[in-house]
């Protein structure tokens, strides 16, 4: 047995991308959260949260009573003892945000005391390597080509577009516009996907103005179409999917298994996207995703994340039958700036799945420091 000792969070800032949104996020605003769980084995566990340091810090004083001399190498027991013993405050929302980094911690943990990468904890590794896709925000068309081709220079292969203008000004001329120079720019070689964002803040459109974009994007051999219709519309989205001729994605703002399975029975998604930093970490992702698999529906992990949770849907991505891509936020600092070697493409556009012992990932604390003020809550002095 190894026992959880403390349990402890950092915010990032300073250097936080833009997220696309209506109420634009600011640099020094924080969404991203790093988590750490100590034992009394001197082995640390580290893991991410998508939402504010605040928010975790406040859920971290709930959970920490549940935790304190815990076993840190049973991820699965220990997770659904939170979920259990919180599930009168809401499940979803910070706390299960919270839980989501304590998981992966956790496993980080159950990685390094046995010696294994954490795929092979969870059943064994189909794959050495995936495809990333950089996620990259839409512009006005021109800037947009000119940012796919420098992307493209940095090896990438595989590409996402989303949120900004597109859909926004109920300019058709301009989504098309936005979507051919994104299909020229990234050439018929390469693949390309098309976020809507319609989670955002008062998304104005509907499912007749999804399904006619639906069919424009048929035309540049778009490989999916994510989040076109208000994240709640679940009887819009089974429509929708009935009659697209693109498969339709979503998913990423659901949390824990539950909320996944009217999505999944109903056949909401061709591709579901829940995002292992918010859904309720490793364990519950990989439940989501096989869940998926029994209803015909491809597991893609949303990832607009850090170095830790990247690490995770690699993880993840190796460890389930037919997955071949994961979402890369190419320039983010919190993704290529906080570990101490960096993520890198191969000569093919692939990424290389982590095969150390945990996550594979580990955090530098100097680089840290440039985008939390107390980096130290991360290390053991």
Known sequence: MIKITAIKAAGL?????????????????????????????????????FTNDLLVEGALRILEPLLIGENALEPERVTEKLHANTFWMGRGGSVTHAISGINIALWDILGKAT?????????????????????????????????????????????????????????TKLDEAIVRAAREAA?????????????????????????????????????????????????????????????????????????????????????????????????EQRRIAWMADDFGVRYVGHGWNTAVGLAADLQLATALPNVDLVEFIGGSAYLDGITEAPFVLDNEGYLAIPDAPGLGVRLDRAKLARYTPDPSVLFRA
């Not at 959260?33 to 082995?43: E, M, N, S």
């Open 187 to 283: 050439g018929e070689e390469n693949r390309l996907f098309v976020d809507a964002g319609a989670s955002d803040a008062h998304w104005p459109q509907g499912l007749k103005w999804a399904m006619r974009t639906a069919e424009m994007l048929k035309a540049y051999d778009v490989g999916w179409f994510e989040e076109p219709l208000r994240p709640d519309a679940i009887d819009d989205f089974c429509h929708l999917r009935r009659v697209s001729p693109v498969p339709i994605a979503g998913g990423e703002v659901l949390t824990r298994r539950q909320s996944f399975l009217p999505w999944l029975s109903r056949g909401a998604f061709d591709i579901v996207q829940p995002d292992v930093t918010k859904v309720g970490g490793i364990s």
């Open 115 to 171: 010696g294994q990468p954490v795929s092979r904890l969870l059943g064994g590794c189909y794959r050495e390597r995936v495809l990333p896709y950089a996620s990259l925000l839409m512009q006005e068309p021109q800037p947009l080509a000119a940012h796919l081709h420098a992307v493209q220079a940095q090896g990438f292969r595989a590409f996402k577009i989303g949120w900004g203008p597109f859909g926004r000004r109920d300019d």
């Open 13 to 49: 800032r300073g250097s936080t991308p833009e997220g696309g949104w209506a109420n634009e996020i600011k640099s020094d605003d924080c969404i991203h959260t790093l988590i750490v769980v100590y034992t009394d084995q001197g082995i640390t566990g580290w893991g991410s949260s």
